[in-house]
């Protein structure tokens, strides 16, 4: 019901900063939940950020948490990533996520997913 398209990757220096963006289609956009997600090569898939529906509030990655932020703006139907102070270690395929529920940390939780933006990050 809802589709998901990721923007802004590339490469970007340690220490640099990056937004990556989410486009989504869908009426009920402001119902669900968005989540960022990330793989890091020979790694599961990890939680990264996540918005609430409805009260907007926001949570974090321990790995992540201080150098990220993420918000939306409903009436555009994106969901933004704001990267700070990357690290090598940031190297990953990111995925926006969606859900019609409370915010998980789970991407099983997840019923939406876009098909990932690479972010490169050199030292």
């Known amino acids: 019901q809802v589709q998901l398209v990721e923007s802004g990757g590339g490469l970007v220096q340690a220490g640099g900063s990056l937004r990556l963006s989410c486009a989504a289609s869908g009426r009920t956009f402001s119902a669900y939940t968005m989540g960022w997600f990330r793989q890091r090569p020979g790694k599961e898939r990890e939680f990264v950020a996540a918005i609430q529906r409805g009260s907007g509030s926001t949570y974090y990655g321990d790995d992540v948490k201080g150098r990220v932020t993420i918000s939306r703006d409903n009436a555009k139907n994106t969901v933004y990533l704001q990267m700070n102070s990357v690290k090598p270690e940031d190297t990953a395929v990111y995925y926006c996520?969606?859900?019609?529920?409370?915010?998980?940390?789970?991407?099983?939780?997840?019923?939406?997913w876009g098909q990932g933006t690479q972010v490169t990050v050199s030292s």
């Open positions: 996520a969606a859900r019609g529920f409370v915010y998980s940390t789970d991407p099983r939780r997840y019923d939406y």
